[in-house]
């Protein structure tokens, strides 16, 4: 006979386990319907059922009764559902309100409720609702509603529920795990049938040879130095496993190269066996297990994976495609006030409740396996970006920029009896931010836009703060009206009080709050900008000069470098005196080298590593003792190693202008070859020793005496000429060295930082309030910088299974699929950019792509555009190169 079971959380329940404080009632074969109606009730619904809030009272009551507790229970419960029940309405629709009209599955407002839907298990969230709920909602309050938003999206439930009902989704998250879940959950959706068959069969095969993959590469060496960045000696996993982490990162970070879109696939099937696998376990909070949890869950990582791994495969199978694309369309919902018009009809979202989850602090793992955080300070950084909900939040200076009695009320009254000074302080901020974020919002609402909100209550030193009411309020004063409430879940709190989660619905009817005006200011820069391009400076007198600037433009010879004057202008033209700008395609440095020169504190982003070190040398005033003295460690270096048979298989297996070999005398072949197994053993660690790679770079090959190379060119080593002479690499080293530490530096220069970073992943939490972003992205089918400097990258430690795929991962090569892969680059500007701030993209235009108003497209959905200008390139110098590229003319694409 079939049995169903329910558990009743009691708080006196007697048990040794805190988390274990449950009666469970056993339901038989008659009882099947009962059980069907009491299943999605939470343990306080129930209790209010049964008639007793405590264990004591029950157990009492049954013994009156001359009954066993679960038989007292099945009888109280079935009195009530014959009392309750009328036809085949369900009890839980009354309890949660009387006079509701909408019948929502208490269970369906909770993560349970789509448990089984795909993507849903993926990465489980417990704190979410289930994609029956918000499709629930949009039917009913908004079923002409063609574009949704939801500003607190979590892991995706309703952007993508919104999409698979073929209307347009936007959404915001803070967390980068939970956006790079979303993203990762809207590709699956909008693969079409022949992608989605192939990327099946490989994660089939992926999964079945995952073992042989992680033994093939070695651990992630810069992740394990992070880990020690952030997370100090505390020890989360086994050394077995951390090795295998480790490991896996590699792989996934090499499988990336050739197959991205399986890649993604696999990281989150890594990201949701991170924790399971670790010594950690997440019960609410993440904390440590105990050591009966460790016997209990003890799960290993790779095991978890190729488990995670056939659940996404099947749910591949079985999910249908959509047509439109939910759309990242900010981290911050506060930083919607800064976006062009969008047009929301309708909203659909569960604001944090005002419960003390630090969601950052809880997927700290899975944020450090993502490369999202980089020092411990980078946790502190998301906390006060943050919704301010738990008393860990609480900040000083958040300024309270509206007033409200009632909020205030209940700050005064905690002031007074609260057990912790910073729990006020966390209720006038949490309502302060909500109270931003919807000013932010009300900006992109169509007129008649409908709101839902779910959201749940809260009780501190046993004050209720009735946050539903409390935002409400704040709503009906920017001109919203309050059409519809509904309790959904009763629920209690640690000390036995009750609580209730209620939906919430709003219309928005304000005409003038509809109206959305546009900015009528002028930017300060428009001024500078007209007289540039009336100018054309860097075009005239010395500026024109092939050699104008600081020597150390020259540091390194590189195709593809912008003109140093042009960069100054630039600079010029849009940053004010003592401001901030990044370059996220920083090259060599050119654009944040001039603006370390004219006192502006610049940020830098490159993913070559040759190009890093080159900028890495100029934005930094070098020591000289340093790098004298890695100059001698280098040498007593080479003078002792000797150069292995695998190194020499390894060079010989680099061909593209010639043999590698071809270029060097055998004796300065094998001092290169010492010398960069050298740099990989102790890559640099300060900016003097960055000078000194960086000169070796440009020593590398070229055309004169100080070149180590045959005769070939200084920019790009085309094919060798010339005899075949030995030139040794430390004398030519320390000359280029000695130059370069001779030259001078103004007085207002501000040092620079460069950062190892991929422009379209997550950029660093201290990038932030910049005044301008200049940049000079690859241009559209033109100089390939991986060919331009091969030789430069294989020094850097490329190999040649490298240039096979690493560049695959390059945006010079993603462009040419699609000009989304800026998406992620201009939504990320707009947020790390003050009010006023701009972005200038220095590009190119041919006859195959006009890159200008290609990226124009996609920019609008962030930015406005200022101006879009072409320039004749004809001034441009060749450096004796013919072929430069299909490039017809340089774009200049001004936003704001």
């Keep these: 006979m079939s049995q169903y079971f329910k558990n009743i959380y009691y708080p006196d329940y007697p048990s040794n386990n805190p988390n274990q404080r449950n009666i469970t009632l056993a339901f038989g074969e008659k009882d099947q319907e009962l059980y069907q109606y009491i299943k999605p009730l939470s343990s306080q619904q129930l209790r209010e059922l049964i008639g007793h809030s405590t264990f004591a009272s029950l157990k009492q009551a049954a013994e009156e009764e001359g009954l066993a507790i679960n038989t007292y229970c099945l009888m109280i419960l079935r009195k009530k559902a014959r009392s309750l029940q009328k036809s085949s309405l369900k009890i839980y629709n009354d309890l949660a309100s009387q006079e509701a009209h909408l019948f929502i599955d208490p269970i369906q407002a909770t993560y349970r409720g789509g448990k089984d839907e795909p993507l849903h298990s993926w990465y489980p969230i417990l704190e979410g609702y289930s994609p029956k709920f918000v499709e629930k909602l949009l039917l009913e309050f908004a079923p002409n509603a063609s574009s949704v938003l939801d500003p607190f999206s979590g892991s995706g439930t309703t952007p993508l529920t919104i999409a698979k009902l073929d209307r347009q989704s936007y959404y915001c998250e803070l967390n980068p795990l939970f956006q790079y879940l979303t993203e990762i959950k809207g590709l699956a959706l909008s693969l079409d049938y022949s992608t989605r068959k192939h990327v099946i069969s490989f994660l089939q095969f992926y999964t079945d040879n995952i073992n042989e993959y992680i033994e093939q590469v070695n651990p992630d060496n810069l992740l394990r130095e992070s880990y020690s960045n952030i997370f100090g000696d505390s020890l989360f996993f086994k050394d077995e496993t951390f090795d295998k982490v480790l490991r896996l990162r590699s792989a996934i970070d090499h499988l990336a190269c050739t197959n991205q879109l399986a890649a993604k696939f696999v990281t989150v099937a890594a990201l949701a066996s991170l924790v399971p696998a670790s010594l950690l376990i997440r019960r609410g909070d993440l904390r440590f297990k105990t050591s009966e949890e460790r016997k209990r869950y003890c799960i290993d990582f790779i095991k978890s994976v190729k488990h995670q791994l056939s659940v996404i495969v099947m749910d591949l199978e079985r999910v249908a495609s959509i047509k439109k694309k939910p759309l990242f369309i900010c981290e911050d919902a506060r930083n919607l006030i800064n976006i062009p018009y969008i047009g929301i009809d309708a909203i659909i979202t569960s604001p944090p409740y005002l419960n003390g989850t630090n969601y950052f602090r809880n997927t700290k793992i899975e944020l450090w396996f993502l490369r999202c955080l980089h020092s411990k300070e980078d946790l502190s950084k998301?906390?006060?970006?943050?919704?301010?909900?738990?008393?860990?939040?609480?900040?000083?200076?958040?300024e309270i920029d509206y007033k409200n009695e009632h909020i205030q009320e209940i700050v005064n009254t905690l002031q007074k009896v609260a057990y912790d000074r910073r729990i006020p302080k966390m209720i006038a901020n949490y309502f302060c931010d909500m109270n931003s974020i919807f000013n932010a919002i009300k900006k992109h609402l169509t007129k008649n836009a409908v709101v839902m909100i779910d959201i749940g209550d809260s009780i501190y030193s046993g004050i209720h703060v009735p946050t539903d009411e409390l935002l409400t309020e704040l709503l009906i004063e920017k001109g919203f009206s309050l059409e519809y409430k509904k309790v959904l879940r009763k629920r209690m709190s640690r000390n036995g009080l009750p609580l209730q989660q209620a939906l919430l619905v709003f219309h928005f009817k304000n005409p003038q709050a509809y109206f959305v005006k546009e900015e009528k200011e002028l930017p300060k820069w428009i001024h500078s900008w007209k007289r540039f391009k009336a100018e054309l400076p860097h075009q005239q007198g010395s500026f024109a000069k092939r050699n104008w600037g600081h020597p150390l433009h020259s540091l390194c010879s590189y195709q593809g470098k912008m003109k140093p004057s042009l960069a100054f202008h630039l600079v010029k033209t849009f940053v004010?005196?003592?401001?901030?700008?990044?370059?996220?395609?920083?090259?060599?440095?050119?654009?944040?080298?001039?603006?370390?020169?004219q006192g502006i504190k610049s940020w830098a982003f490159e993913i070559s590593p040759a190009a890093f070190n080159i900028c890495w040398a100029k934005l930094e005033i070098p020591d000289k003792k340093a790098c004298f003295k890695i100059l001698d460690c280098l040498e007593e270096f080479i003078q002792k190693e000797v150069v292995s048979d695998d190194e020499i298989k390894k060079a010989e297996a680099i061909h593209f202008n010639g043999s590698l070999r071809d270029y060097f005398h055998p004796q300065t072949f094998r001092e290169i070859l010492l010398a960069r197994r050298y740099f990989k053993k102790y890559p640099p660690r300060n900016c003097s020793e960055a000078l000194v790679l960086a000169s070796l770079l440009h020593i590398l090959h070229g055309n004169r005496p100080y070149a180590l190379s045959r005769r070939s060119h200084p920019i790009t080593p085309f094919s060798p000429t010339g005899p075949i002479e030995y030139r040794a690499l430390i004398p030519r080293l320390r000359d280029k060295v000695t130059r370069s530490l001779s030259v001078n530096y103004p007085a207002n220069f501000v040092s620079g930082k460069?950062?190892?970073?991929?422009a379209t992943l997550w950029w660093p939490q201290?990038?932030?309030?910049?005044?301008?972003?200049?940049?000079?992205?690859?241009?559209?089918?033109?100089?390939?910088?991986y060919l331009a400097n091969w030789m430069r990258l294989w020094f850097c430690g490329w190999e040649a299974e490298d240039f096979r795929t690493k560049p695959l991962y390059f945006v010079d090569e993603r462009q040419k699929v699609s000009f989304e892969v800026y998406e992620p680059i201009f939504r990320q500007a707009r947020e790390r950019l003050k009010q006023g701030g701009v972005m200038v993209l220095h590009l190119g235009k041919s006859n195959k792509c006009d890159m200008a108003e290609a990226l124009a497209i996609v920019a609008k959905k962030w930015f406005r555009v200022a101006d879009i200008y072409s320039e004749n390139v004809n001034h441009c110098e060749s450096h004796g190169i013919k072929d430069k590229g299909a490039v017809t003319s340089h774009q200049y694409l001004v936003l704001y």
């Design 576 to 597: 004010p005196s003592n401001g901030t700008l990044l370059d996220p395609f920083a090259g060599v440095g050119t654009i944040p080298f001039e603006a370390s020169l």
């Design 766 to 785: 201290q990038i932030d309030q910049l005044d301008a972003i200049i940049t000079s992205p690859p241009f559209y089918d033109s100089v390939r910088f």
């Design 754 to 758: 460069i950062l190892l970073q991929d």
């Design 382 to 398: 998301f906390r006060l970006k943050s919704v301010t909900a738990g008393i860990n939040d609480v900040t000083n200076n958040k």
